[in-house]
């Protein structure tokens, strides 16, 4: 998969309409914008139905900013990405000029957890 250049157009950081706290991001390849995120950060526990806090979440927001050099999620809009990407998805983002990428499976993997629900 070749990388695309990419400008960070939109960003969400919240609760999305079901109550899970996720992240987003849409990219602009200038005619065309795909977005890459809302995926679970937090986690549902079954004992209290409630959704709950994870590492996961602020070690995937902690890396994103780091990889698209952001000092906060503010600044993220305008931000130049590379993106590893098909038609359908984005698969991973990484920084614009050097090679280092987010992917959060990896994370995943790295940290030793349990996916959330």
Known sequence: MEPKNGIIKETFLGFDDTGM???????SYGAKQQLYGLFALDDFDE???TRVP???CCKCVMEFLKIVDARCWEDLINKPVRVKATDERIEEIGHF?????????????NMDLEVPE
């Open 97 to 109: 000029m050097d090679d280092v990428w987010f992917d959060k499976d990896k994370i995943y993997a």
């Open 54 to 56: 994870t590492k996961y």
């Open 21 to 27: 706290f996720t992240m987003a991001v849409t990219v």
């Open 47 to 49: 004992e209290t139905n």
